[in-house]
């Protein structure tokens, strides 16, 4: 093939073992160099892989793997969000057991927590592209949830309060996960819905 006479590499195969390997240890990789730019040296670091075995293997670079990589894992901590909503009843209740089931997924992978909520706040556009599009779906989810437990004599949130909300809760979590606390996030459940007032959704916030 033209690319392996210009390169003297041979592209691996879409099921590539080694290529899997780097991309899975996206999360990792961004943890160990605490929010600095991840590079291919570093997901080798991290995946076990030997820089000398490097060539060839994920072409798309190390940005697009950590971004699909951040991809990947907001969207699955969403859908653990939205689908924690069926476990209460109750407005407040529902608000209180799917904050908890997102802390202890975040406590039991510090790894994914660090790449959902501290490498988007310092790295690169596409990190923060994807952070708000997450963003604006939590926000949209709460606008839904509401609507359809309130009262019809109960004044909604405006969705700029509920954007409030959400962005108290982003950065409480970046804050602690930044420092190291990630394990501590299920204990940590009512100053981390105290930051937004999730508790109390009648009240006006302020981040």
Known sequence: MLSEVLTGVRPCPPECATCERLRAA????????????????????????????????CPEGAARVVADAYRRAAGDLYGE????????????????????????????????????????????????EI?????????????????????DDEELLPELALELMVSAVFRTIGELVADGRAPELPAMLEDVAGAAQVFEPRVALAV
């Open 26 to 57: 996206a999360a990792p990789a961004v943890l160990m160099t605490g929010g600095a730019e991840v590079t291919m040296a570093d997901l080798a670091a991290a995946a076990g892989v030997p820089a000398s075995a490097l060539a060839g293997h």
């Open 81 to 128: 969000y939205a689908a924690s909503f069926r476990l209460a009843d109750s407005w407040p209740e529902k608000l209180g057991a799917s904050l908890e089931r997102l802390l202890s997924r975040l406590a039991a992978e510090p790894a994914m927590a660090h790449l959902c909520f501290v490498a988007p706040v310092s790295g690169g556009e596409e990190l923060r």
């Open 131 to 151: 952070r708000e599009t997450f963003r604006e779906r939590y926000v949209a989810l709460l606008a839904s949830e509401q609507g359809r437990h309130a009262d």
